[in-house]
């Protein structure tokens, strides 16, 4: 799925909150105004408010069921979006370690956030790369570590 | 009154069903479309593209209906913070039932029809609202 969109370049606020939508929904940059998805009755909805919204704000879009012109470019697509997810689980990770070795209140704080920032990641992880289980593993570690009341 | 929304229910749809029930139309019929474009003459529009009682800006349709019927009683807005949580998850704010709430209508989406979905979530949404009417009152969790 395609969104093409255009947005007025002032004010900068209502852009900038187009971004984060879409950077939260974890979408693939394909160019200036163009993103893409994988389509399902979620991302679908999702797109589609946004696109609204894009409206409202007196821009324009056009949304998009589309299929690549080769499946090379398709997984090249598919390819990159694993590799952003990757990245964000790679910091996840590496902050489970360096909390492993902190004082418990600090531990536990810091697993509370990580197992939410986990669980936005896995939203918009559509093609899942091979980081997330260790990441995963990581966080589960810290957690029977810390007193049972925070590991909830 | 005949009212309509995208078919495929989810949180938000659900919510907004209870509350036009509950607040806006004692005696509502729902229509279920597929299409924008198939939504009948006299039906109301909700939860779906181009249509006033949608997501705008930071809200989702639910929010806009209070807002649109003046509805200030908190409670119901204790309870668009479910589900604005539930159905957009940008963590505006703190709601921990959210995640449950979503869960449970997309699993009730995979095995019922929408007309059943609405039917199985009025008391659910009955039972959300008077614990938080309590909560309201009391200034602390029911027992």
Same mark, same amino acid.
């Given at each position: 799925m395609l969104l093409a969109y255009r947005i007025p370049r002032q004010p900068s606020t209502p852009r900038i909150s187009i971004w @984060?939508? =879409?950077?939260? =929904?974890?979408? +693939? @940059?394909?160019?200036?105004?163009?993103?893409?998805?994988? !389509?399902? +009755? @979620?991302? @679908?909805?999702?797109?589609?408010?946004? !696109?609204?919204?894009?409206?409202?704000?007196?821009? *324009? *879009?056009?949304?998009? =069921? +589309?299929a690549a012109g080769s499946a090379a470019q398709e997984k090249?697509?598919? +390819?990159?979006?694993?590799? !952003?997810? !990757?990245?964000e689980y790679r910091a996840v990770l590496q902050q489970a370690e360096t909390a492993a070795g902190a004082r418990p209140g600090e531990r536990s704080r810091t697993l509370k956030r990580l197992q939410a920032e986990l669980r936005r990641i896995g939203r918009r992880d559509y093609f899942p790369p091979a980081e997330r289980e260790a990441a995963q593993r990581a966080v589960r570690a810290l957690a029977e570590d810390s007193p049972s009341e925070v590991a909830r | 009154m005949r009212w309509a929304t995208r078919a495929g229910v989810h949180i938000d749809r659900a919510a907004c069903a209870w509350l036009i029930r509950r607040h806006v139309d004692p005696e509502p019929e729902f229509v279920f479309v597929d299409d924008p474009a198939s939504v009948p003459g /006299?039906? %109301?529009?909700?939860?779906?593209?181009?249509? #006033?009682?949608?997501?705008?800006?930071? /809200?989702?349709?639910?929010? %806009?209906?209070?807002?649109?019927?003046?509805?200030? #009683?908190? $409670?119901?807005?204790?309870?668009?913070?479910? $589900?604005?949580?539930? #159905?957009i998850d940008d963590e505006r704010f703190d709601a921990p039932e959210a995640r449950g709430v979503d869960v449970i209508l997309r699993g009730l989406s995979m095995i019922c029809s929408d007309e059943r979905v609405l039917e199985? %979530?009025?008391?659910?949404?009955?039972?959300?609202?008077?614990?938080?009417?309590r909560a309201l009152l009391l200034g602390r969790e029911p027992a």
């Open positions: @984060r939508k =879409l950077d939260r =929904l974890g979408v +693939a @940059r394909l160019g200036d105004g163009l993103v893409a998805l994988p !389509a399902d +009755a @979620r991302t @679908r909805e999702q797109i589609d408010w946004i !696109a609204e919204e894009i409206g409202e704000m007196g821009g *324009s *879009s056009t949304v998009w =069921l +589309a090249d697509i598919a +390819a990159e979006m694993r590799q !952003a997810r !990757a990245a | /006299d039906a %109301t529009p909700f939860d779906m593209r181009g249509a #006033d009682l949608s997501h705008h800006g930071d /809200d989702c349709s639910f929010e %806009t209906i209070l807002r649109r019927y003046e509805l200030g #009683d908190p $409670v119901l807005w204790k309870l668009a913070e479910i $589900v604005h949580e539930a #159905d199985i %979530t009025g008391p659910i949404f009955d039972g959300l609202y008077e614990f938080h009417r």
